[in-house]
């Protein structure tokens, strides 16, 4: 990490993800959460609705290691209802729904929009596991018989993941909306550590910081990828202990991956917090630069523009849903659901 960066005298955990030509961010002590999104026409749409989290309803959730599970899923059902409020907001899903669409909701009696995400959501966790479990898995099968150590098959498979992850990463940042969407990540990333510097949310103050966060989910990602590797071998050398299974087959490595992703997803979870709030020793900034350096891939430098669209963001979750509409900055806007303008 950047020295100008090491110093943040008062932490907030304060974050965000990046959208269409826009900024989340998203408050745990204001319990808010704002998305701002800039229009063709310049002007910056701003919403914030309160967001209780799951810790607070049911305490069982925010335990550690269980919190990091419940942390991915909703993380992924938020994510894809953020950008898909998003689109609402620059008013490009106006577009006629499919008969294939209309179909769908009537036979499921819900909402067009509802199918749509619902859908997209079943052909993410498709993907993934199509790229991340089955590709490594079948990878591993084939080399396992060649190859009798459980430790180097799961160092493979572990592997194969991260250079599909890397490899997916480079393939879509060529992709021009997509790498908006990473100049807008940065933006983040840098209004972020304005915060946590307690510094004014200007972009002159925001531009000077790095766009390598610790927080980040694409270091959440890579973790993943390596803690996967740890906990299969020690899960596997347990299997051929207790049952004597040498070698799983390619339907039992992949049934094995899913089984142990809520222990992965939580030892996550736990490590990445951890690191982040565990100051900058020596040890602590080798263990995050992995995952800093991944995102290089799935960020760019923003411009003076997103910057302000990130910090519009910023001041609505700080201000709390009751007072995000106050004192708005000139140019932001309060979005009003349904407008077209």
């Keep these: 990490m950047n020295k100008k960066n090491r ?26 959460q704002a998305i701002a999104v800039r229009k063709p026409d ?36 938020m994510g894809m209802s953020t950008l898909d409020e998003a689109t609402q907001m620059l008013g490009i899903t106006d577009e006629e729904p499919s008969r294939f669409e209309i179909w769908l909701s009537k036979k499921l009696g819900a909402s067009i929009d509802k199918v749509v995400m619902a859908v997209a959501m079943v052909l993410a966790v498709a993907l993934s596991m199509f790229l991340f479990v089955m590709i490594p898995s079948a990878v591993a099968t084939a080399l396992g018989k060649f190859i ?30 997509i790498k908006r969407v990473f100049q807008y990540h940065g933006a983040e990333h840098k209004t972020v550590y304005c ?28 973790l993943v990828m390596f803690i ?8 596997d050398q347990l299997l051929f202990l207790l049952f004597g299974v040498a ?24 490590v ?23 995102q290089y891939l799935t960020t760019r430098e923003p411009d003076d523009e ?11 979750a700080k201000a709390g849903y009751a007072h995000y509409g106050e004192n708005l900055d000139p140019g932001v806007y309060v979005y009003q659901a349904g407008e077209n303008a």
């Design 42 to 77: 310049g002007r910056i749409l701003v919403t914030c609705k309160h967001r209780e989290p799951l810790s607070k309803k049911h305490p069982w959730m925010g335990k550690p290691f269980i919190r990091g599970c419940v942390n991915m899923v909703t993380m992924l059902k």
């Design 195 to 222: 915060n946590e510097a307690d510094q004014p949310l200007t972009p002159e103050n925001a531009r000077k910081f790095s766009r390598l966060h610790p927080r980040c989910g694409t270091a959440f990602l890579f």
């Design 7 to 32: 110093a943040c005298p008062i932490y907030k955990d304060i974050g965000g993800q990046a959208v269409m030509e826009g900024v989340m961010m998203q408050s745990p002590q204001d319990e808010s």
């Design 228 to 235: 996967s590797i740890l906990i299969g071998s020690v899960i």
């Design 148 to 177: 009798s150590s459980r430790l180097l098959l799961n160092l493979i498979s572990g592997c194969v993941r991260i250079a599909i992850l890397i490899g997916y990463m480079v393939a879509i940042g060529f992709v021009p909306d």
């Design 272 to 294: 990445l917090k951890g690191l982040a709030h565990a100051g900058n020793s020596l040890i602590v900034r080798i263990l995050r630069w992995p995952g800093l350096m991944l």
């Design 247 to 270: 070698k799983l087959s390619f339907v039992g490595r992949i049934l094995r991956s899913i089984c142990i992703l809520p222990l992965v997803a939580g030892v996550s979870y736990e």
């Design 306 to 316: 997103m910057l302000e669209v990130a910090i519009a963001s910023m001041k609505a």
